[in-house]
């Protein structure tokens, strides 16, 4: 789906991402690579193929879009170095041409060397990227003030919307959710939770369901 802010038109994924056009330019929130191995190892048990299913889906998406710039929203990484980060760093090499740029999040914490790739950066929050506002953690309103006409892009909620259907049908979904200045987006992980979220009814959400983004109207 696509939806217009700050005058640009941004492309809603239902893989749980947004392409900016104009800018040749991806994001993706709270991927956490690597908390497949981290469970496996601690006896959990967690199907193997996971462990490459997030590689491959970065690949599909960077394949289909052809963006020159993927933006990380924070918590690339869930834990502490494991096979999946080489991975990762393998994947990032196979991609000389393309910008890869991590807002570093609270999951964040490997090694500084681990991040020395070539065409690979790390930034702090906030990230100013011309009308929007790059960060992990949603800014809240007075750090807001100080980027007046920005929006500001952020993860680390996994929102979620619950929907109530007829009798006792109920279904939660992973979801965009949009206010004022402010545009969350869901984890693109598949191996992470959801937090329902309260939307005000000036917000817009935009939920995934199967293939699909639709627009929820409160």
């Known amino acids: 789906m696509q939806i217009t802010i700050q005058n640009e038109k941004l492309l809603l994924s239902s893989e749980k991402i947004i392409f900016w056009e104009s800018k040749s330019a991806l994001f993706l929130a709270d991927a956490h690579l690597g908390k497949s191995t981290h469970f496996r190892k601690a006896g959990i ?41 080489q991975l990762f760093v393998n994947f990032v090499k196979s991609y000389p041409s393309h910008n890869f740029i991590l807002i570093k999040g609270n999951h964040d914490i490997l090694p500084e060397s681990s991040y020395q790739i070539q065409n690979f950066t790390c930034e702090k929050e906030p990230y100013l990227l011309e009308k929007f506002l790059l960060s992990h953690h949603p800014l809240i309103p007075d750090e807001l003030k100080k980027y007046p006409d920005t929006t500001n892009l952020a993860g680390h909620l996994h929102p979620g919307i619950h929907i109530s259907g007829k009798g006792r049908n109920n279904l939660s979904l992973p979801c965009f959710a949009v206010s004022a200045n402010q545009l969350i987006l869901p984890a693109f992980g598949r191996f992470t939770g959801l937090a329902k979220i309260r939307p005000k009814k000036s917000d817009a959400i935009y939920a995934i369901a199967n293939d699909k983004v639709i627009e929820i109207k409160q």
């Open 45 to 85: 048990a967690v199907p193997s193929r996971l462990v490459f299913s997030e590689i491959d889906r970065l690949k599909a998406l960077i394949d289909e879009f052809r963006p020159q710039h993927i933006y990380f929203l924070g918590d690339l990484f869930h834990s502490h170095l494991n096979v999946e980060w």
